[in-house]
């Protein structure tokens, strides 16, 4: 059964998932800020979990971690839809923003908060702040939740 679903401003690119995601979180970092044109929050599942159809047109820079950071942009409308940081082998993440009901989503954690807007507040959401890209931090929350997954 699908869960939640999503695509582009242009409908070309579409993608559903019959599961939540492991880690919905808020990064602030200024490559994340750059790419989208504003601020960035994200919802990571295993790569396997979106079933996707259309073509994204992927961009690769070194991320922080040094290792390639693929990001997948609707070839036609250039929305920015996916993160797969191949440090985080197997998983992606999916924009807020692209899903057709991002109000289901709020970030529980949020990194890089050293860049963060000094404006940007949330409503108590957050549980986790880190200064930085908190790697380890953010694996074990993404087990854990995938424990719970059953
Ligand atoms: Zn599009
Ligand atoms: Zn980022």
């Not at 019959?18 to 979180?25: K, R």
């Not at 996707?52 to 961009?59: R, S, V, W």
Request: with cysteine; aromatic share 10%; net charge negative.
């Amino acid at each position: 059964m699908i869960k939640h679903q999503g695509g582009c401003h242009c409908r070309q690119i579409r993608y559903s998932t019959e599961y939540d995601p492991m880690l919905v979180m808020q990064c602030n970092c200024i490559s994340c800020r750059k790419i989208s044109g504003s601020m960035t929050v994200s919802a990571c599942f295993a790569e396997d979990e979106i079933k996707m159809t259309g073509k994204c047109k992927e961009y690769t820079y070194s991320g922080g971690s040094g290792m390639p950071f693929h990001r997948g942009f609707c070839e036609n409308c250039g929305q920015y839809v996916y993160g797969k940081p191949t440090a985080f082998e197997g998983f992606i993440v999916m924009t807020l923003g692209s899903f057709d009901d991002p109000n289901q989503f709020e970030p529980k954690m949020e990194i890089h908060t050293i860049n963060k807007l000094k404006w940007l507040k949330d409503d108590g959401c957050v549980k986790d702040s880190f200064e930085e890209g908190a790697t380890v931090e953010r694996m074990e929350a993404m087990m854990e939740n995938l424990e719970q997954r059953g």
